[in-house]
Nanobody
């Protein structure tokens, strides 16, 4: 009923930048928060960044490993969240997953993921 579609992944050299986007569509009343997680081969999924859907850009939360390099933002009218990734490092290589915390229904949905590969 609800679908999250990620885009913007790809291959980039260390020090480069990528911008990910995730659009939510389907039947729901509102979105409480959206975020990005990532999973590298052989590792557990980890939080990258989250953002609420409030006014003035919402409130944000970042993993320590990406603070100062990544910026999360959203467009409430489009039900879309973005992740601007700068100064990318090889250790950022992972599949990045979008998620959305929905209201009515109160459920969490996940996207299929988009591959980000950073070469050294």
């Amino acid at each position: 009923q609800v679908q999250l579609v990620e885009s913007g992944g790809g291959l980039v050299q260390a020090g480069g930048s990528l911008r990910l986007s995730c659009a939510a569509s389907g039947m729901f009343f509102s979105i409480n928060a959206m975020g990005w997680y990532r999973q590298a081969p052989g590792k557990q999924r980890e939080l990258v960044a989250t953002i609420t859907s409030g006014t003035n850009g919402g409130s944000t939360n970042y993993a320590d490993s990406v603070k100062g390099r990544f910026t999360i933002s959203r467009d409430n009218a489009k039900n879309t969240v973005y992740l601007q990734m700068n100064s990318l490092k090889p250790e950022d290589t992972a599949v990045y997953y979008c998620n959305a915390d929905l209201i009515l229904p109160s459920l969490v949905y996940w996207g299929q993921g988009t591959q980000v590969t950073v070469s050294s």
